[in-house]
């Protein structure tokens, strides 16, 4: 009796794990359309450069529609003010590309991430979560894996929270500490999503969500790179990380 009513609850328990994961996944589509249209591009525009427009990597809108998310290290130190260099965001806009100007508000070095303003209308923002994410969970990011390359399409991947980890490991030799690191292992640590899903060096600032709401849980930060940082494209890892959402919370806040 009791290994017939054990077979059935672990009957019962898998359909409903798989009923779950099945609803999940129709739900997907749904929510990729809703978070497509707030996804930008991050660069600068020179119009005496060619190309006028670079890009620099991925963002995301926030808030009242005018507040853009992306990391910090995405965003150019300096401008070419002498040229009048503006730093802003990349909209897709038929065939080519549309700039609009935004200014850096506000920056977190230590846990990477950017606030930018926008100028003119708003745009379609995503919402932030308010729990962190699980380890085990199931999760989607979405951004420009290869920038402007192939044109500025946004490209959505799946990723599972494989772990929660300290953000720097320390270095297993002295003798590989640079000043660099040393600087890093300073810091107060904080907690970082390691992810089982493959970015590409554009998705940096891309936003990591639920697929189910579309409520964003962190920001892709960075790839984790066998050898050079050109085999990223020809040979990723597989692991990415992100940057928990409530950093991006209290950067809202400054």
């Known amino acids: 009796m009791t290994r017939r009513w054990f077979g059935k609850w672990v009957a019962a328990g898998a359909l409903l794990w798989a009923g779950s994961g099945l609803a999940q996944a129709a739900s997907l589509p749904r929510t990729v359309a809703a978070v497509k249209p707030s996804i930008v591009g991050i660069g600068t525009q020179l119009q005496t450069r060619s190309p006028a427009v670079v890009f620099s990597g991925t963002g995301f809108v926030v808030g009242d529609g005018l507040s853009v998310i992306t990391n910090a290290h995405v965003v150019p130190d300096k401008l070419d003010a002498a040229r009048m260099e503006q730093l802003g965001v990349v909209l897709p806009d038929g065939a080519g590309v549309r700039f609009r100007p935004a200014q850096l508000v506000a920056l977190d070095r230590e846990h990477d991430l950017a606030h930018l303003r926008l100028e003119g209308a708003p745009l379609p923002a995503l919402r932030l979560g308010d729990t962190a994410a699980a380890e085990g969970q199931d999760l989607a990011f979405t951004g420009f894996p290869l920038g402007m390359v192939l044109g500025l399409h946004p490209a959505t991947h799946r990723a599972l929270l494989a772990a929660i980890t300290p953000v720097m490991q320390p270095s297993l030799s002295a003798r590989r500490l640079d000043a660099r ?47 050079l940082k050109e085999s990223a494209i020809s040979a990723p890892s597989g692991i990415t990380y992100a940057i928990p959402v409530r950093h991006v919370r209290e950067l809202l806040q400054r």
Not at 195 to 219: I, K, Q, R
């Open 181 to 227: 690191a040393v600087a890093r292992l300073q810091r107060t640590p904080f907690s970082i999503y390691q992810l089982d899903g493959t970015a590409y060096p554009g998705n940096s600032g891309s936003p990591l969500y639920d697929p189910a709401t579309g409520e964003v849980l962190g920001v892709i930060n960075m790839v984790f790179v066998k050898g």
